[in-house]
């Protein structure tokens, strides 16, 4: 990443493929992510544990991101962004080969949080370069550009996962992965410019340490309520959590380099999406494991037939990056953002009104018209976020968001999982059912129309800056290079 300071000497133009290569390792990422959804339950069988115990190796992944992503502005500073981006990805292709020869639920969790630890240095350090080589009022183009690969990861990874598991075994769903690093780092190395290392200051060690332990240990508490972890080990890490948080929190606001600079709050529109936003996605980033869980365990489908399933919710996400940018213009982020949350909550309610006799085209209907409100929804906060912030703290800003994302998916895989669990402990019975996974599905719209109050508090013209009609052509811009 570029350090803030004051702005130089201008370095080569980005090419016109930078954006789609930058946006290849969210695809990458999107692949693997999606299809190890369809795949859990084959990877429950063959590792030897239940099903619902696989949300640690969901939510490791998750959670090793939003951790170590604080310290990718930091990193990218220090080495370099196309350096630290092309060893994020080689980082990535080795936890892969490790997660596909792991023989046990703990090895494949160990692979993913390193396999995490990639994935964190990997999609900051381009979202900065690209943000800061478009003007403002082109950023929910720019974003929905460098997104485009993240929509197509899900939509290839559905119906893919499904496919390998049937024809092969779930193991090939990371082996894959090695064959797309190495041509994106060759296409990284060909067409993204060198651009050179900045002094970041020192690391704020003591930050990151009491930020990883307060969310790592948090989250997987919340993972391990329901059996996963032992009950006094869960006890331990919610103290931990508590604990450490709350020093985190104080260790930022006095030291002179945070690693995680709260001050970003004092920006109302950023403050407005890390809070009620990372709500919001807490409440819906459950929903695929829901959904696999939903058309294999409920409605008795293969594990192929699921991912061309949910191939159709990823579909309606990419086709709404098209008209986003218009509806955001003219209508505003805060109307847009308000009735979208309601419209995504009435979506994954109505998942837990179908069964096996549903017909089979209302559910494909739903799950397109739910992916199309969601990827809405995600366009409208990730625009928002850096609507105000100044040039000098992007870096800094794209970390904070990058974390918040990233640690609202891992609690909402946490909360769904949690949700089953709950149903099931109603119920007493064992195993999971039809019923609890459609009273997870239904609690999950009741939490998405509360979120939706959040954004209450967004005004008319927040966002403004970049709600501009008569918007010039996205187009490749010099990169300039900065100074402290």
């Not at 992916?371 to 970390?399: E, K, N």
């Not at 990058?402 to 019975?429: F, K, P, W, Y």
């Not at 609690?443 to 009609?469: N, P, S, T, W």
Request: with cysteine; hydrophobic share 55%.
């Amino acid at each position: 990443m570029l350090s803030s300071g004051t702005i130089a000497a201008p370095l080569p133009r980005l090419s016109a493929a930078a954006p789609l290569i930058i946006g290849s390792a969210l695809l990458m990422q999107g692949i693997d992510g999606t299809a190890i959804t369809v795949a859990l339950p084959a990877m429950a069988h063959s590792l030897g544990t239940d099903v619902l115990r696989m949300n640690l190796a969901v939510s490791a992944y998750l959670l090793s991101i939003a951790v170590f992503i604080p310290a990718s502005g930091w990193i990218g500073d220090r080495f370099g962004a196309r350096t630290t981006f092309c060893w994020a990805i080689a980082l990535f292709m080795l936890a892969s080969l490790l997660c596909g020869l792991a023989t046990s639920l703990p090895q494949l969790v160990a692979a993913r949080i390193l396999q995490g630890m990639g994935g964190a240095l990997m999609a900051p350090v381009g979202r900065v370069v690209l943000l800061r080589a478009v003007p403002r009022h082109d950023y929910v183009r720019a974003i929905s550009l460098y997104t485009a690969p993240a929509l197509i990861g899900p939509v290839l990874g559905a119906p893919l996962g499904g496919l390998i598991v049937e024809i092969a075994s779930w193991h090939w769903i990371f082996f894959i992965n090695l064959p797309l690093g190495l041509i994106g780092i060759a296409a990284t190395l060909r067409h993204i410019p060198a651009l050179p290392a900045s002094p970041p200051g020192p690391f704020d060690l003591l930050g990151f340490l009491l930020l990883g332990i307060g969310l790592s240990c948090g989250t997987l508490a919340l993972a391990g309520i329901g059996g996963s972890i032992p009950l006094r080990i869960v006890i331990l890490l919610a103290a931990a959590s508590l604990a450490a948080l709350p020093l985190a929190v104080l260790h930022a606001r006095r030291t002179a380099h945070p690693l995680l600079d709260l001050g970003l709050l004092r920006i109302r529109s950023f403050r407005i999406v890390m809070q009620h936003g990372t709500i919001w996605r807490s409440t819906v980033a459950g929903l695929p494991v829901l959904l696999a869980l939903l058309l294999q365990l409920s409605l008795g489908l293969g594990p192929l037939a699921s991912g061309l399933i949910l191939f159709t919710s990823a579909a309606g996400a990419l086709a709404m990056k098209a008209v986003a940018g218009t509806l955001l213009h003219r209508y505003g982020f805060r109307r847009v953002m308000i009735a979208n949350a309601v419209v995504s909550a009435f979506f994954a309610g109505s998942y837990a009104l179908f069964d096996a006799g549903s017909p089979l085209w209302l559910l494909v209907a739903a799950l397109f018209l739910g992916g199309v409100s969601r990827s809405l929804q995600y366009t409208s906060l990730g625009t928002l976020a850096f609507a105000d912030i100044p040039d000098a703290a992007m870096a800094r800003a794209s970390g904070f968001a990058s974390m918040s994302q990233e640690l609202a998916q891992s609690l909402g895989v946490s909360i769904a999982t949690l949700l089953v669990q709950l149903a099931m402990l109603l119920r007493q019975d064992g195993q999971a059912g039809a019923t609890d996974i459609r009273t997870a599905l239904a609690l999950v719209g009741i939490m998405g129309l509360i979120a939706a109050l959040g954004f209450r508090r967004l005004r008319d013209d927040d966002g403004a800056a970049i709600r501009i009609r008569n918007r010039p052509a996205l187009s490749p811009q010099p990169l300039t290079a900065t100074r402290p």
